[in-house]
């Protein structure tokens, strides 16, 4: 059921924990995702000329796509009640003359086998927390939260983030997603799911594709409305004019992108795809942009 390659991060999966303060030493038994996290949001927003550890409040809101499908956290914790539980129902079963001393050295056995677990590490492992750290260490004063859209979190973050602009929720919004590292229990979910490609190499766009790659990754965005960034001399990297995510059809979110844009289709030069070397997925995209700008080019 797995796949015979994926895009993972290996070294780049780290932080530096001097950089981000961290009170305590990390240990295994932990959300390594949230430090992940934190991390990439103090890179943005230093790269921004922000200070992550200011103690002056800032009017900024944390919106972050995030589906933890399992973290170190909670499968410790997981191990130290459920599954012990399990496993010495079983050894019951099968030593049932065994004395209660020998089970229990055999429990305490398991138990020192575990990372320790602590409320530290408990908190940290629940999704809705790493929004919230990465506010709380930057003195965001606005709204924390985490978005779970699978495949769409991170662009529900960057709308959520863009409403708190416009709305004057606030003058930073600080935006991004997280694509947890892959792992056994995470692949065998997916492989009875999503196509996995036969082969090594993603094929998108491309007839003899066979399916995708699994990958993981994060990334953040620092946003401002553009006055504010003009203003302020902000070196600026993009201009977002519009997000369209939905059901619909791919020509259908295009064509509501481009009129919430106010860009008329045929000055559009350039569109990414997403090239997910899934057949069906990849022609549903070809056919939306060939039905847009088919005739103009």
């Given amino acids: 059921p797995y796949p015979t390659a994926g895009g993972q991060l290996r070294d ?17 038994g932990e959300n390594q995702d949230l430090y992940f996290a934190v991390q990439l949001a103090f890179d943005a927003l230093v790269d921004a000329g922000m200070r992550p550890h200011t103690t002056d409040p800032v009017n900024g809101t944390v919106r972050l796509g995030y589906a933890p499908p399992f973290s170190a956290s909670t499968v410790n914790w997981l191990e130290h009640t459920f599954f012990i539980d399990q496993t010495m129902d079983i050894i019951r079963r099968f030593f049932h003359a065994a004395p209660d001393e020998a089970l229990g050295e055999v429990r305490n056995a398991l138990v020192d086998s575990l990372p320790s677990p602590d409320t530290t ?32 979190s991170g ?10 602009l416009r709305s004057g929720r606030a003058d ?22 999503v196509p ?37 001399h902000d070196r600026v990297y993009a201009l977002i004019r519009s997000v369209a995510c939905g059901a619909q059809s791919s020509k259908e979110l295009l064509e ?13 030069q350039l569109i990414e795809g997403d090239g997910c070397g899934i057949p069906e997925i990849d022609a549903e995209l070809i056919a939306g942009v060939q039905a847009l700008w088919g005739e103009h080019h």
């Fill in 12 to 28: 780049l999966y780290a932080c530096v924990p001097r950089d981000i303060t961290f009170p305590r030493q990390i240990n295994a």
């Fill in 121 to 152: 590490s408990f908190l940290a492992g629940l999704g809705h927390r790493v929004a919230g750290w990465i506010a709380r260490e930057c003195s965001f004063t606005g709204g924390a939260t985490t978005l779970d859209a699978g495949a769409l």
């Fill in 155 to 164: 662009i529900a973050a960057l709308r959520a983030a863009m409403d708190d």
């Fill in 172 to 193: 930073v919004a600080l935006a991004g997603a997280l694509a947890s590292p892959l792992n056994r229990p995470l692949l065998e979910g997916l492989s009875g799911e």
């Fill in 196 to 232: 996995f490609s036969t082969g090594s190499e993603l094929v998108p766009f491309n007839r003899d594709g066979t399916g995708t790659l699994p990958g993981e990754g994060g990334a953040f965005f620092v946003l401002k409305r553009e006055a504010d960034a003009l203003t302020a």
């Fill in 256 to 268: 509501t992108a481009a009129a919430r844009a106010n860009v008329p289709i045929k000055s559009i």
